[in-house]
Nanobody, 119 residues
Framework: QVQLVESGGGSVQAGGSLRLSCAAS????????MGWFRQAPGKEREFVAA????????NYAGSVKGRFTISRDNAKNTVYLQMNSLKPEDTAVYYC????????????WGQGTQVTVFS
């Protein structure tokens, strides 16, 4: 199976930036997709961003387009989420996930990292 470990969360003032990291290990495929989701208190988990293994394809939720950037370092089996111009509405637990065969559903999830944006 695949293990995912997120890091980089914290507390930041509105308008600031954070960079999240997610390291993957275990039984992965060359074509696996990595994505980010988030869940705010009392709300359902929502999609944030995803990236193909090659980086040729990326996808973003409308609420984060232009502010967040997803990238990956294949040598480190790591995906990043650069979060700029943060808003209080971005406050949530952020989860990394893996779609092993690019099928649109995710197979493995990390434990999450807390992001808090204060005004």
């Amino acid at each position: 199976q695949v293990q995912l470990v997120e890091s980089g969360g914290g507390s930041v003032q509105a308008g600031g930036s954070l960079r999240l990291s997610c390291a993957a290990s275990g039984r992965t495929f060359k074509t696996y997709v990595m994505g980010w989701f988030r869940q705010a208190p009392g709300k359902e988990r929502e999609f944030v961003a995803a990236i193909s293994w090659s980086g040729a394809r990326t996808n973003y939720a409308g609420s984060v387009k232009g502010r967040f950037t997803i990238s990956r370092d294949n040598a480190k089996n790591t995906v990043y989420l650069q979060m700029n111009s943060l808003k209080p509405e971005d406050t949530a637990v952020y989860y990394c996930a893996v779609d092993l065969m690019d099928k649109g559903t995710y197979d493995y999830w990390g434990q999450g990292t807390q992001v808090t944006v204060f005004s």
